[in-house]
T-cell receptor, first 113, second 115 residues
Framework: GNSVTQMEGPVTLSEEAFLTINCTYTATGYPSLFWYVQYPGEGLQLLLKATKADDKGSNKGFEATYRKETTSFHLEKGSVQVSDSAVYFCAQSGGTSYGKLTFGQGTILTVHP | EAGVTQFPSHSVIEKGQTVTLRCDPI?????LYWYRRVMGKEIKFLLH????????ESGMPNNRFLAERTGGTYSTLKVQPAELEDSGVYFCASSQSPPIGNTIYFGEGSWLTVV
């Protein structure tokens, strides 16, 4: 079945450091891929997405590229801020059911000043 | 425009009691989904409504969970009787039909603690 494997956390960085959170997936067919973020005390928000191979999703300085050959969708940011501290979830949607998402286990990111 | 709203935001109940969670989707969204995250594990799909019909309930864990969406507007998720392992956060999400840009919108979640 479909699955998403996410880099285990927690991840602790200093402000302005480079961030990578690894995400790989297994799927039949060609899913859409997403990164969701949950800030403290808030709900899940869509951070970025990519719907086909080689697409790059980007938002708020974060980027992720849909790599079919490595079945990966790693999240990167060149310079993190304290306000980026949150839980990050990688997810995929399967087939024709766009709303049936399969999530990774989440990665807690803490950024210190 | 209001987003997906969920009520209550937090609930603490005793084992064996009943809890009902409510979700109001974004106005005009036919698709409504329930997910939950238990004990710091991954977020898992529970079920999907299209209007008032259950399209997919493959993720419902057992018959203690009952979801309804009468009239195709808001939805409720009832847990009866609640068990300790039901503790976690329950997310509701909604989307247009078909989802534009493959995007679904999540609520802030209902945090359930069973003691």
């Amino acid at each position: 079945g479909n699955s998403v494997t996410q880099m285990e956390g927690p991840v602790t960085l200093s402000e302005e450091a480079f961030l990578t959170i690894n995400c790989t997936y297994t799927a039949t067919g060609y899913p859409s891929l997403f990164w969701y973020v949950q800030y403290p005390g808030e709900g899940l928000q869509l951070l970025l997405k990519a719907t086909k191979a080689d697409d790059k999703g980007s938002n708020k300085g974060f980027e992720a590229t849909y790599r079919k050959e490595t079945t990966s969708f790693h999240l990167e940011k060149g310079s993190v801020q304290v306000s980026d501290s949150a839980v990050y979830f990688c997810a995929q949607s399967g087939g024709t059911s766009y709303g049936k998402l399969t999530f990774g286990q989440g990665t807690i990111l803490t950024v210190h000043p | 425009e209001a987003g997906v709203t969920q009520f209550p935001s937090h609930s603490v109940i005793e084992k064996g009691q009943t809890v009902t969670l409510r979700c109001d989707p974004i106005s005009g969204h036919d698709n409504l989904y329930w997910y939950r995250r238990v004990m710091g594990k991954e977020i898992k799909f529970l079920l999907h409504f299209v209007k008032e019909s259950k399209q997919d309930e493959s993720g419902m864990p057992n018959n203690r969970f009952l979801a309804e969406r009468t009239g195709g507007t808001y939805s409720t998720l009832k847990v009866q009787p609640a068990e300790l392992e039901d503790s976690g956060v329950y997310f509701c999400a909604s989307s247009q039909s078909p989802p534009i840009g493959n995007t679904i919108y999540f609520g802030e979640g209902s945090w359930l603690t069973v003691v």
